[in-house]
């Protein structure tokens, strides 16, 4: 069996279109596991439309709860309580969950013995099919953390899945910046496309995500977006990379069509397979396959 290509899309900031991209290379490619790393925002399935099949609960952190039946009303958590997550309401104690950091504290001082620790459970990870192959992704509860765990969970079912269907390729849609999420959806990963905008914020957060990818020694290329908003910017990001030894995969023309294809639910190769975008795309497509090193057996 051969180790499938996983090729992570990413971006420095959110809005350069990279979820555009990871879509659209979800329809050229044959025989791939789809998946959404983007936890806090996962918006993939707006194009892809999966239905789903399993779905499965991710504990992610603690909280505290109070038992009002012990409560003694002494205040001593809220007093001790560094989050501010308990509150005097209605003359009983309560907890903030978005708060709540699960810290333990007030349990431990509690003299009633009235506050417990519990585990919770807001996220959760779809295992679904698409029209364009098997796809895995997950959404963090609002206020909850450990999403780069949860991103490791999807990341798992992935390769799991890839290995069922022997798969050519595992395509994530990945999450912007460069925090602990991303850190999880490159770790291991065989290529990253990072996708920017023509902007000095653009590059600038490129930048960030350059210095972040070179740690893991992973191969990255990158996809200027809208270029010709801003055609002396395009130029200066391609001269920067070019200096820093990092190809620029393609380059993208801004055309509202990439909007209306969203709109309706469709990748833009579906939408305007004949328009500028969609070419521009499959050729960058076809130079990711051509430089793909050979799998390696698992």
């Known amino acids: 069996m051969e180790k499938p290509c996983e090729i992570v899309i990413l971006s420095g900031k959110g809005g350069t279109g990279k979820t555009c991209v990871a879509a659209s290379f979800a329809s050229m490619a044959e025989n791939a596991v789809l998946t959404d790393c ?4 996962a918006d993939l399935h707006l194009i892809l439309t999966p239905e789903v099949y ?11 709860v109070i038992d009002l039946k012990k409560c003694t009303a002494c205040g001593l958590c809220m007093d001790l309580c560094r989050f501010n997550a308990i509150q005097f309401k209605n003359d009983v104690f309560v907890i903030d969950e978005y708060a709540c950091e699960g810290c333990g504290l007030c349990k431990e001082v509690c003299p009633g013995e009235a ?7 807001h996220n959760n990870i779809y295992l679904s099919d698409c029209r364009f192959g098997p796809m895995i992704y997950g959404k963090l509860g609002i206020a909850e953390e450990n999403s780069g765990k949860l991103v490791a969970k999807i990341r798992q ?14 395509i ?15 770790t291991g990963a065989d290529m990253v496309v990072a996708v920017t905008e023509p902007t000095l914020s653009g590059w600038h957060d490129l930048k960030r995500l350059i210095e972040l990818i070179d740690r893991f020694h ?3 290329y990158v996809i200027i977006n809208k270029y010709d908003l801003n055609q002396d910017m395009t130029d200066m990001i391609a001269d920067n990379l070019k200096e820093k030894a990092i190809k620029v995969a393609g380059r993208i023309p801004y055309d509202e069509t990439m909007l209306h294809a969203q ?3 469709k990748t833009i190769n579906e939408f305007d397979p004949q328009g500028i975008p969609s070419k521009e795309l499959s050729k960058i497509w076809n130079t990711i396959k051509s430089v793909i090193y050979e799998p390696k057996s698992i």
């Open 38 to 41: 983007d936890v806090d925002a």
């Open 263 to 265: 709109l309706e639910g």
């Open 157 to 170: 079912y992935a390769k799991d899945t890839a290995r069922k269907n022997n798969a050519a390729y595992i």
């Open 172 to 186: 994530t849609d990945g999450p912007p910046g460069i925090g602990c999420p991303v850190i999880s959806s490159v």
């Open 54 to 64: 399993h779905s499965e609960a991710f504990a992610s952190g603690a909280k505290a």
């Open 218 to 220: 992973t191969p990255l």
């Open 115 to 121: 506050i417990d620790i519990i585990t919770y459970e």
